[in-house]
């Protein structure tokens, strides 16, 4: 079935972030996600998948009520039909909604793993739950007594998973949650996703790595320069046929499977006007018509932000 039908835990609608910082004197105010839409439903696994900087963990911070302080946001965001203002980012971070952290740095270096799952709850049932959490991400009961730096790199993701799940979420954010993991410690990650997402959870996943996310996900929101431009079925990757927009159709193309071709990109245009095709000045088929409004279109499984029709699309500009 497709999980789109489930019952819709979040929703993003026209979010816009900006920031306000001084240069001197001067007050300058730079935007940096644009009008961006999302949404995840009961098991469903969504990634969204984009560069370096296009704004992916500052969408997970908005969703939890993180976000810098010189940070101002327009658009509304909905946890199951409820609006979810600041107050009740508060209430349901780390309870309903919870977040896997891009950074191990999220874990205190000075207090044992333990406490830090059950958060700093000493009761035995808490304790129970923990070590039950433990062995199911198959890390040994010492653990909870250990600290940190006493464990490797897959075992650290593995308890900052155990850390998320302790409080029985509805929906996890996950930032970058396999760094750095060799293919075997992948699989096992995207199994314990797989599972939970059986369990009924909505877990949204944030990562640069396209084949990642091919691995995990159920669908794919494609990213660039703070906006969605492909919203997608996993599925549709089966064929470049299927893809939409040129710059999914790149990322598609630089995958090792698919022939590592690699493409360099012109500067993202962050900060200029919330109008026409940020990929404009890579896309060997743009046009005038390219800079004007682009609408979210709907597509065979999903969504699109290209005027192109799909025969037109071909991928990059040469280098
Ligand atoms: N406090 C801040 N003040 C000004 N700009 C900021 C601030 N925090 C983030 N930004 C801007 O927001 C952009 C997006 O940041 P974000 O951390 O969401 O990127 P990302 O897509 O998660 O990148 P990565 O893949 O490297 O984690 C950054 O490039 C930065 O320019
Ligand atoms: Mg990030």
Sequence with gaps: MDKTDNREILKVKDLSISFTQ??????????????????VHEGEIVAIVGASGSGKSLLAHSILGILPYNATLSGEIYFYDNLLTEEKKREERGKNIALI????????????????????????????????????????????NMYPFQ?????????????????????????????????????????????????????LIITHDLDIALKIANRIVVFYDGKTIEDISTNDFSSL??????????????????????????????GSENKGCSFYNNCSHANPKCLGNIPWKKTNSGFVRCILEKEDKNVLKSK
């Design 22 to 39: 001084y240069n001197g004197l001067k007050k300058e105010t730079t935007q940096t996600i644009h009008n961006l839409s999302v949404s």
């Design 101 to 144: 952290p891009q950074s191990v740095s999220y874990l205190n270096p000075l207090i044992k793993i333990g406490s830090q799952i059950r958060k700093g709850d000493n009761s035995s049932k808490a304790k129970e739950r923990c070590l039950e959490i433990l062995r199911k991400y198959k890390l040994d009961e010492k653990v909870a």
């Design 151 to 203: 464990l490797s790199g897959g075992m650290i993701r593995r308890v900052l998973i155990s850390t998320a799940v302790y409080s029985s979420p509805k929906l996890i954010l996950a930032d970058e949650p396999t760094p750095g993991l060799d293919s075997k410690t992948l699989n096992h990650i995207a199994k314990h996703f797989q599972d939970l997402a059986n369990e009924g959870i909505g877990i």
């Design 241 to 270: 046929d299927n893809l939409n927009h040129p710059y999914t159709k790149a990322l598609f193309h630089a995958m090792p499977q698919n022939g590592f071709h690699s493409f360099s990109l012109n500067c993202f245009s962050q």
